[in-house]
């Protein structure tokens, strides 16, 4: 039986989820960790992902991190990001359960020497929340990382099977969408993969743009280089 695969791009932050009971904080060593309304802990659920290839993780293993309070607070655990809920999983140790967490504009979750914050954003016209990694945030303009992933989904053609019965079904694949953001005069703006597609969004002045690429070896696909590029554009 013919069968293709479409990608039918789903980005996560619409996809249903659905969680058990809240569950008091007595369990949690440091009982004030969750305190406040700033964190809601909640028992970790676990969506099937058994069927897709791939990972919805950032980074499959749990790595120290912290969670940092804006009244100054900070909190060890073992962390990572589930990019699918845009939600990140933490323990008290290796051999404890992993819990969900939700965090809002007041927290920072750091993980890999990386400060990771929830953010509104405005992109293709659409407000969502979003976590981000933290690049630079400078006075005029700042570069943030939007790790989220997306879901190639197998569609059946409605061809007829063969004779045997039997044929192999494709599998949905979680696929890498994450990209570069940049946030100028309150607009928010995702950096294309290519100096002529980012010339066209007119963020900054095409001429500097050209000037600036032309002496500088510009990678837009490169934190580093984007971080130079954005501070350059910050000081004029």
């Known amino acids: 039986m013919k069968k293709f695969i479409t990608t039918l791009l789903i980005f996560i932050m619409s996809f249903p989820y659905t969680y058990g009971q809240d569950y008091g904080i007595g369990g949690v060593t440091t009982d ?16 099937d992902y058994s069927e897709a290839e791939g990972s919805p993780y950032l980074n499959d293993e749990f790595t120290k991190g912290k969670i940092v309070f804006n009244n100054g607070k900070e909190y060890v655990v073992l962390t990572r990001l589930n990019v ?5 999983e933490i323990k008290k140790n290796y051999n404890s359960p992993a819990s969900l967490i939700d ?9 890999n020497n990386k400060n990771y914050n929830l953010h509104s954003i ?19 303009i700042s570069l943030y990382y939007f790790p989220r992933k997306a879901i190639k989904m197998p569609v059946e053609t409605g061809a007829t099977a063969p004779p045997t019965g039997f044929t192999k079904v494709p599998k949905p694949k979680w696929t890498d969408a994450s990209e570069f953001l940049i946030l100028k005069d309150n607009n928010w703006y995702s950096v294309p993969n290519s100096f002529k597609k980012l010339l066209s969004k007119n963020i900054f002045d095409p001429k500097l743009l050209k000037k600036y690429k032309k002496s500088n ?8 280089s984007l971080i130079k590029m954005v ?4 000081s004029i």
């Open 32 to 47: 004030d960790l969750f305190s406040g309304g700033n964190v809601i802990l909640r028992k970790l659920m676990k969506r």
């Open 84 to 88: 699918g809920s845009q939600k990140f």
């Open 103 to 111: 965090i809002n504009e007041s927290v920072t979750v750091q993980m």
């Open 217 to 224: 070896k510009l990678n837009i696909k490169k934190k580093e």
């Open 231 to 234: 501070t350059y554009f910050n």
């Open 122 to 140: 405005n992109l293709n016209n659409e407000q969502i929340l979003a976590i981000l990694e933290d690049c630079v945030e400078l006075e005029n």
